[in-house]
């Protein structure tokens, strides 16, 4: 490590509130440590050795940025990043428009990352960071006299949700989409906003889907994802295969697993993507229904410390931020775990903190920093 590296980690331990939520690091520290393991395992089957290792190496410098980010962000104050905020929306803005030009990268019939200089950039993680800023600033901060949002509030919040949904929409990215709409909702929902506009947004959402559907509006792959998860058998070797093959792998690894590094579908690479989209498959086949379970547990574990956070705050931007972190982790690891065992349909949405993955890996981590900031200076322990 170089000296201003040592250099700025110690300056950022020495501003570390004196207490932290000791159960929420662990559980993101172990989450973070069994996901670089099952990258490892995802991708140790491949025919080159050395793209395995790479894998392994890349993320491990991803969690050391993540954890560095989490640090720094937990040892200021948290309203330091709330100033930034406006700052954060806009790199996320610019960045989502630039996947649109020719820096962006169609993966997986997505158009969702910027190419630059051979890095891989999601702006739609650094959209949900923004976002939950964003909203928490707007509904979270009342006028003077005002004891709750009012509807100019939901208005221009509702401004900060069109620009990044209606930029990922068109790449198209819908499990990003769907992640942004339902962290809204939930911060929205817990603002004491007016029922009715929580109930015409509802209204709405349910409209368009419609709409989307009944004038064809979602690209073929898309389409082909749903009707797979509707009826798994009608394509299995072509829309379906995924599905198929992930129910397989996690079937197969029975009570205990097959051992890390032993499964048969894992070391074949018969499940596609299983070192990001589909990392739950290898946990479910290499460490079995116990393992499996122990990570949903630490998963639950956090999003439920995120929450008592949350009911502990008495500024209500500081309990919004958390009810926006909490959403944005449990939603995605709903779709994840649930597409993996086909009872969701497919929207490649990684697993939190045990995807492999840079932007998703830091911006989670820095989630993490901001709940910990919070929580520390809600109760004065600084």
Not at 125 to 131: G, H, N, P, T
Not at 247 to 259: E, F, K, P, R
Not at 317 to 333: D, I, K, N, P, S
Request: charged letters at 10%.
């Amino acid at each position: 490590m170089t000296a201003p590296a040592r250099s700025y980690l110690t300056r950022v331990t020495a501003a570390l509130p004196r207490r932290i939520d000791r159960t929420l690091v662990g559980c993101v520290a172990a989450l973070s440590v069994t996901g670089l393991v099952l990258v490892w395992a995802a991708t140790a089957g491949s025919d080159d050795p050395a793209e395995a290792t790479g894998f392994l190496e890349r993320q491990l410098v991803h969690l050391f940025i993540g954890g560095t980010v989490c640090l720094g962000v937990a040892s200021v104050d948290y309203r330091l990043p709330r100033a930034y905020a406006p700052v954060l929306f806009v790199l996320a803005a610019v960045g989502l428009g630039l996947v649109l030009t020719p820096l962006g990268a169609v993966i997986n019939g997505s158009r969702s990352w910027v190419v630059i200089g051979g890095f891989q950039v999601q702006p739609g993680e650094v959209a949900k960071l923004a976002l939950i800023l964003g909203v928490a600033m707007l509904l979270g901060e009342p006028r003077d006299g005002e004891f709750r949002p009012t509807g100019r509030d939901v208005l221009f919040s509702l401004a900060v949700l069109a620009v990044p949904l209606g930029l990922i929409m068109a790449q198209p990215d819908l499990g990003t989409g769907m992640v942004l709409g339902s962290v809204y909702l939930a911060m929205l929902a817990l603002s004491g906003a007016p029922a009715r506009w929580i109930g015409g947004l509802v209204a709405c959402g349910v409209a368009g889907a419609f709409c989307v559907w009944w004038f064809g509006l979602l690209k073929a792959y898309q389409i082909a994802r749903f009707t797979s998860f509707v009826d798994p058998t009608s394509d299995p070797q072509g829309t379906g295969y995924n599905a198929n093959q992930a129910q397989i792998a996690v079937g197969s690894g029975g009570l205990s697993g097959s051992g890390l590094f032993q499964g048969e579908h894992t070391s074949g690479q018969f499940v596609p993507e299983q070192h990001t989209d589909f990392i739950f498959t290898v946990a479910g086949e290499e460490l079995g229904f116990i393992g499996g379970t122990v990570i949903l547990a630490m998963l639950a574990t956090v999003v439920w410390r995120v929450l008592r956070v949350a009911v502990g705050c008495e500024e209500p931007y500081g309990r919004l931020v958390c009810v926006g972190v909490a959403t944005w982790l449990c939603f995605q690891t709903f779709i994840n775990i649930g597409m993996t065992l086909g009872i969701m349909p497919i929207t490649g949405l990684p697993l939190p903190f045990v995807s492999y993955g840079g932007t998703a890996t830091i911006a989670n981590l820095t989630a993490i920093g901001l709940v910990l900031g919070i929580h520390a200076r809600e109760r004065g322990y600084v």
